[in-house]
């Protein structure tokens, strides 16, 4: 093990400030766009108490893809709750812009394995949800629901793929094409910051593939910042700028590593050996987190 | 084609039954000899309903009356309740036992209670109406409510919806096949209602008119009643049935997926 086993506040290497060159980042480098301080979770009370998230710092810059990886039930969703103000801390703090969380107001994006998409509305309006919410859209939202709206709205489906498939409910529509829905959903309304937590799980392979290579365009284009819940080592090695590794409950952040492979980064380079190195290092750092049951080859490079 | 072949199969089975189920019924007192003071055949009561009909529309046009405000009643007081139970844990569990407490008591025995409040007549019939088919909705409103998706539930709250803006454009639309479920059942129950409401302390209604029958022995035109009552709850349920079809087509796509 040559990486240091330590929760790091990461500092953006020369890859990353390069991606963000081409955004004016409204929060200077100094100063994370997410931070936790010495946050941890714990639910329930008494002798039923759980410790689902240890005493956990993290950073995250603002235009930063950083994937969460672990042993299910590591507290990488907790982390996720957190950051969308869907959970309060037990100890410690979250910022978001310098401030305390829900002090400054960001748009969020969410997507979860399940599409939930509803089924009572078009996949068009199901993709404009988010602007009958939000501000500040929701007060144009009946002037431009026939207009602007929906024209963001076909625009972004047809980017993922579904060009023509608005006018269509959710139940007409596969399980990858619900999946390119929701994601249209989490985004129409230009979020400051995505949470997915494993939005790909639930799909065969070939189709999550070619939903990575959509994340990536799409990330690409906007440069949001994305923090993502994944169980699959090459999903997050392919998309992320960062990867963080998660220790077994109660969670805490053993290992925090960039990911400098050029983008656009292509399936088969998942198949190269710099990418399969990365992947077994991953890989043994969470059998080791797990405690060790699998056949770890230790020192995979 | 094969669609519209089924549906008439299926029909045709249901409308084939009916009928039987009335030869069999005439055929049985004609062979057994049964008196038509004890069970009258379809053809007597048929004749009885004609024979009465300037009698019997006014009692049936003040049962449907009273059941229907009372009805309408219920649904207003059930969605009501089952917003609110649905939309709180705390509600739920609070409101719960209470609710299965009332349910519980035979509506026939709070008919009394109402006529000694409001005296015999139209108000006991429309409360009853409405007490009995309050809890069927409560309970489904609430059940359609309370089990939202939580994921749904996050990604919304992330958006910073509000309560009533999660109620409005998700929890409500989606208990709307819960609710056109319970108004089937609700609509059918109101008819019970009423009509016990107006069997016991009523002098008009299609109860009423059969209590007055018995009394003298024209038991054609008891059963008479029970056609009528029969007729006006197929034709209820029917009705929202038609309606549910319309509002919540999305939640039966079997139905639809035939292209």
């Known amino acids: ?301 | 084609m094969d669609g519209i072949l089924d549906l008439v199969r299926r029909k045709s089975a249901s409308i084939a039954l009916i009928i039987g189920v009335f030869v069999v019924w005439e055929l049985a007192c004609l062979v057994g000899g049964i008196s038509d003071i004890v069970l009258p055949r379809p053809s007597q009561i048929i004749a009885s309903l004609i024979e009465y009909w300037p009698a019997i529309q006014p009692h049936a046009a003040q049962t449907l009356f009273t059941t229907l405000v009372g009805f309408a009643i219920g649904v207003v007081i059930g969605i009501l309740f089952g917003v609110g139970i649905g939309s709180s844990r705390l509600a739920y569990d609070t409101a719960y036992p209470l609710l299965v407490g009332i349910s519980s008591i035979p509506k026939v025995a709070v008919v009394p209670i109402f006529v000694l409040w409001f005296g015999a007549g139209t108000v006991p019939a429309i409360l009853t109406a409405a007490i009995i088919s309050i809890f069927p909705i409560v309970v489904n409103v609430a059940t359609g409510i309370a089990t939202v998706e939580p994921e749904l539930e996050d990604v919304m709250k992330t958006l910073k919806a509000s309560k009533w803006d999660i109620l409005w454009n998700v929890s409500l639309p989606r208990s709307m096949p819960y609710f056109f479920a319970s108004l089937k059942v609700a609509v059918t129950l109101a008819f019970v209602g009423s009509v016990v409401a107006e069997t016991v302390a009523s002098n008009r209604g299609i109860g009423n008119m059969m209590m007055v029958a018995s009394s003298t022995f024209n038991v054609p035109l008891v059963f008479a009643g029970l056609f009528i009552l029969a007729g006006l709850g197929v034709g209820l349920y029917a009705l929202f049935s038609i309606a549910e079809s319309r509002v919540t087509g999305w939640a039966h796509r079997k139905d639809l997926a035939v292209t």
């Open chain 1, 1 to 301: 093990m040559t990486r240091a086993l330590a929760a790091v506040a990461a500092i953006p290497d020369d890859d990353m400030a390069a991606q963000k060159s081409g955004k004016s980042p409204r929060v200077s480098h100094a100063r994370p766009f997410i931070a936790f301080e010495k946050v941890s979770v714990r639910f329930g009370k008494g002798d039923k108490q759980v410790q689902a998230l240890a005493e956990t710092s993290l950073a995250i810059h603002e235009g930063d893809f950083v994937a969460l990886v672990g042993p299910s039930g590591c507290g990488k969703s907790t982390l996720l709750k957190l950051v969308g103000d869907l959970l309060k801390p037990s100890t410690g703090h979250v910022f978001v812009a310098g401030r305390e969380i829900g002090a400054t107001p960001i748009r969020i994006g969410m997507a979860y394995q399940n599409p939930t998409l509803l089924p009572w509305l078009t996949i068009r309006d199901n993709v404009m949800m988010p602007l009958k919410i939000v501000a500040p859209f929701r007060s144009q939202f009946r002037a431009k629901r026939r207009g602007e709206f929906r024209d963001r709205a076909d625009a972004l489906l047809a980017q993922v793929g579904l060009a023509g498939f608005g006018d269509k409910y959710p139940w007409q529509l596969s399980g990858g094409m619900m999946q390119r829905a929701n994601l249209c959903r989490a985004l129409v309304h230009e979020p400051d910051l995505l949470l997915l937590d494993e939005p790909f799980g639930a799909l065969d392979q070939f189709t999550r593939e070619e939903l990575w290579q959509i994340m990536q365009e799409l990330w690409m284009a906007k440069k949001t910042t994305v923090l993502l819940v994944t169980h699959d080592l090459r999903e997050a090695a392919f998309l992320a700028n960062r990867i963080c590794v998660m220790s077994a409950r109660p969670g805490r952040i053993l290992d925090d590593s960039p990911v400098d492979f050029a983008r656009p980064r292509s399936i088969d380079m998942t198949y190269e050996p710099d990418f399969v190195a990365l992947n077994q290092q991953l890989r043994s750092l969470i059998v080791a987190a797990r405690g060790g049951t699998g056949i770890v080859q230790a020192g995979g490079h």
